[in-house]
């Protein structure tokens, strides 16, 4: 038996037996991104509550000055930067003035469009990244292979499958 048989096999019997009658994959789908998004929150409070304990940095402030450290340049349009963390073009002009309050980025206008802004990692922002990049993922881990201990409320014991059936759709 190969392996897309395999995965055939369980998603048969998934959906057979956990949908109720006339429930179709759209429920199935919904529950499945349900518990990804319910596992996704509780992982992200946990991460952003360690942050900033240990290092004075919220989530969101963390992951920003990630993606910059990681862009060509160090630096991003304030629009792109929105994308990446997932916030509006409004907030992430907010987010971009707290990390300049920190020290962590600076702005730049854009030499082709003078409407356009970027936000620069500092050499702060890039220590910062440095200092907590290890142990940041260190916590991941922990969480993660923790989680049935940790998140007692989540159903974790369908995770796997619900994956798959989000996985199928975007492979």
């Given amino acids: 038996m190969t392996l897309s048989t395999c995965h055939a ?15 179709g994959v759209a429920r199935n789908l919904s529950a499945a991104w349900a518990q990804v998004a319910a596992v996704v929150a509780a992982v992200d409070a946990t991460l952003g509550k360690w942050l900033m304990d240990n290092y004075g940095i ?11 450290s990681r862009a060509s340049d160090s630096e991003l349009r304030i629009h792109d930067l929105a994308d990446k963390v997932g916030l509006s073009q409004s907030s992430a002009t907010r987010l971009v003035g707290r990390l300049e309050g920190k020290g962590l980025v600076a702005r730049d206008t854009c030499p082709d469009d003078a409407r356009g802004v970027y936000a620069v990692v500092t050499n702060s922002g890039l220590q910062a990244v440095s200092d907590i990049r290890t142990q940041y993922e260190a916590k991941i881990r922990e969480l993660l292979e923790s989680a049935d201990r940790q998140y ?7 995770l796997d499958r619900s994956f798959e059936t989000i996985s199928e759709l975007i492979s």
């Avoid at 007692?152 to 369908?158: I, K, R």
């Fill in 58 to 68: 919220g989530l969101t402030d963390y992951r920003a000055i990630l993606h910059l």
């Fill in 152 to 158: 007692p409320q989540l159903d974790l014991a369908e």
């Fill in 9 to 23: 096999m369980v998603k048969c019997m998934y959906m057979e037996s956990s949908e109720p009658k006339g429930g």
